[in-house]
Nanobody, 126 residues
């Protein structure tokens, strides 16, 4: 399986970015997926997750109301729409996937995911 993130970059505070994660080598609809982020020297922290069916989503408190996770199973792609970006959102963002036969899982912990992308840098700065 391969997960490839894109859409990162430099944006001013208050701006928006949309991250994409293209998944290949898996039947994407059978897998839940999530976004994590990591700053240098820090732990990889949970941002958001979406079930394989797309019917269940969760977001960590610090991004609620600003970020939205979504997926298009026909395109084997997951998205993270990030609005009202803040300097503290600066990090490398990683997508991840794990098996979700029932289409209901939204794991929050790193160890719960078997497949990972290489990450995309998001920098929020003037």
């Amino acid at each position: 399986a391969q997960l490839v993130e894109s859409g990162g970059g430099l944006v001013q505070p208050g701006g928006s970015l949309r991250l994409s994660c293209l998944v290949s080598g898996l039947t994407f609809s059978d897998y839940c997926s999530g976004w994590f982020r990591q700053v240098p020297g820090g732990e990889r922290e949970f941002v958001a997750a979406i079930s394989g069916s797309g019917g269940v989503t969760i977001h960590t408190d610090s991004v609620k109301g600003r970020f939205t996770i979504s997926r298009d199973n026909a395109k084997n792609t997951m998205y993270l729409q990030m609005n009202e970006l803040k300097p503290e959102d600066t990090a490398v963002y990683f997508c991840a996937a794990d098996l979700d036969i029932l289409g209901t899982r939204t794991p929050r912990f790193r160890y719960q995911y078997d497949y990972w992308g290489q990450g995309t840098q998001v920098t929020v700065s003037l």
